[in-house]
């Protein structure tokens, strides 16, 4: 019986890869090691129950109490705490789903790694921040690592049985967000509640807001780099508004490999599931001739300067990507609080990439973790630095 874990089991990727797990026979089926969520206790402890976990972790320490009421006489252990998540993933799983949001994703990610383990990787921030030591220790411990991002799914599976010297470029696309068409003038006011309402796709709110401000795609172009070690010049970024062509790769003979789906993180997330066969998975189909077109346009990085800067970090690479992520991470909390102006995110990142470039290195080397945490606490301080400045002055 295969072992499975989901790190982030209460979110939006991972709900839906419990429901992937349950509707493939649950705990009859896969034998399930550790679910770890945040405060939302009740769902954590109802799908540790179901599934008959091993484990259950909230990254609360005050909310032990809580989740060891809702899980008494389940047999399923109660743990809390930053430091008992990274010991989840200790635990001998088959297959990992790193689902976390933001670079919290980064410890258990690393620690499943070392154990040689199969990881599934919804945690983009993890890449960004840490691209190198990732790739490196995956490859150090004969670990592999299946991306779930859509986009990095479907390159993926557009490079199945090819040769990679064969590959001139890779489009991602992005579906622009809710904000697509908006002049400037109408960016600079855009609301939380604006931001989160994406077209397409039904994610967490974090990252719906990172669609809009095309941060998102931001740290997709880092994270097509990372994972596939593509030239920063091979990879580009279309907007495609129906979110049905994921990626494309085109080759030196003029070919062109589209992956095409309908816009449900469930195809990517049980393509990694049943990697290296393909199972059944319970998405709609796609109705070409009901969707009539399919249309492209370039992004603007005008209005969406998230692209620009992500350029400069897929460049520099180094301690860059930790230092962007966790600037953007700290400009969302500001917008989120309805502090910042949504145009404001992405002149904290700049600031806060610029302040720190005159401080460490941030292209030097290999960096190894205690560096990419170093750098991820000092960017967090300067992007709230220059994010209350920015308060003041709006
Ligand atoms: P979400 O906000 O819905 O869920 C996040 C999960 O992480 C929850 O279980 C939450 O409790 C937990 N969590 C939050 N902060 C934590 C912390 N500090 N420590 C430990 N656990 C914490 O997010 P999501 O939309 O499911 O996204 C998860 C990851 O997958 C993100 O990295 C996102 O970029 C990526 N991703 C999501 C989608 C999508 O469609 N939602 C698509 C592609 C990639
Ligand atoms: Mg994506």
């Not at 072992?3 to 992937?20: N, R």
């Not at 994703?105 to 199969?118: E, F, I, K, Y």
């Not at 095409?260 to 990697?275: S, T, V």
């Not at 603007?300 to 400069?312: K, S, T, Y």
């Amino acid at each position: 019986m295969r072992s499975i874990s989901i790190f982030g089991a209460t979110g939006s990727i991972g709900e839906s890869t419990f429901d992937l797990i349950r509707r493939a026979g649950g705990a009859v089926t896969y034998r399930t090691v550790a679910l770890t969520g945040g405060r939302n206790i009740a769902r954590l402890a109802e799908m540790a129950r179901e599934l008959r976990a091993e484990v259950a972790v909230t990254a609360h320490e005050d909310e032990l109490p809580a989740l060891r009421a809702a899980l008494a006489g389940s047999g399923v252990e109660a743990t809390a705490g930053a430091t008992a998540i990274a010991e989840a993933a200790d635990r001998p799983a088959d297959w990992t789903m790193s689902a976390i949001v933001g670079a919290a994703g980064l410890v258990p990610g690393l620690r499943a790694l070392r154990h040689g383990r199969m990881l599934a990787l919804a945690n983009k921030e993890s890449l960004v921040t840490a691209g190198t030591l990732l790739m490196q220790t995956a490859r150090d411990h004969g670990a592999t690592i299946l991306p779930v991002d859509s986009e990095h799914s479907a390159v993926f599976q557009a490079l199945t049985g090819e040769d990679m010297r064969a590959v001139e470029r890779v489009i991602i696309t992005a579906s622009g967000g809710p904000f697509r068409d908006w002049p400037l003038d109408r960016l600079a006011a855009a609301t939380v509640h604006q931001a989160v309402a994406h077209p397409n796709w039904s994610m967490g709110q974090r990252i719906s807001i990172d669609s809009a401000s095309m941060f998102n795609k931001a740290l997709e172009l880092i994270e097509t780099r990372e994972f596939f070690g593509f030239a920063p010049d091979q990879i580009e970024v279309l907007v495609h508004p129906q979110s049905i062509v994921h990626a494309l790769v085109g080759f030196c003979d003029g070919g062109v490999m589209a992956h095409m789906g309908p816009p449900d993180m469930r195809h990517a997330i049980g393509f990694a599931l049943h990697w290296p066969e393909r199972g059944q998975v319970p998405v709609a189909r796609l109705d070409l001739a009901a969707l009539g077109q399919l249309t492209f346009q370039s992004p603007d990085e005008v209005r969406f300067p998230a692209l620009r800067l992500a350029r400069e970090v897929m460049r520099t690479r180094g301690l860059s990507g930790a230092a962007f992520n966790a600037a953007k991470e700290i400009a969302l909390d500001h917008f989120i609080a309805g502090k910042l102006a949504f145009l404001d995110m992405a002149a904290v990142v700049e600031g806060t990439l610029d302040r720190l470039s005159g401080e460490i290195a941030l292209g030097a080397g290999i960096p190894d973790l205690d560096a990419v945490l170093a750098t991820d606490h000092l960017a967090r301080i300067r992007a709230d630095e220059l994010a209350r400045t920015r308060h003041r002055n709006s």
